[in-house]
């Protein structure tokens, strides 16, 4: 969840909306975005924290479950990437 530069004595985290699962890593260039449909709440984080909530959908990169509103005429599901007409 988080990466070491050159001579640092701790890690720093990764940014909200990013996760890191792998080690070694020196800079946050490593830090992945958060897959579509899953939000990243938390730095540090080795994985999404979980599923965008119904209602809304999430195009990557979300913080939060809720991202963006379903648009009138639309739904969608937890875990949605984006709304279905």
């Not at 999404?48 to 809720?66: F, L, M």
């Amino acid at each position: 969840g988080g990466y070491c530069q050159a001579g640092a004595f701790q890690p720093e985290p990764c940014p909200l909306g990013t996760y890191l699962n792998s080690t070694g890593q020196s800079s946050k260039v490593g830090c992945l975005p958060c897959t579509p449909g899953f939000y990243c709440g938390q730095t540090s984080s080795a994985g999404p924290s979980g599923p965008c909530t119904a209602g809304y959908y999430c195009s990557g990169n979300a913080e939060v479950p809720t991202q963006f509103i379903t648009p009138n005429g639309s739904y969608t599901g937890t875990a949605a990437s984006a709304p279905i007409l």
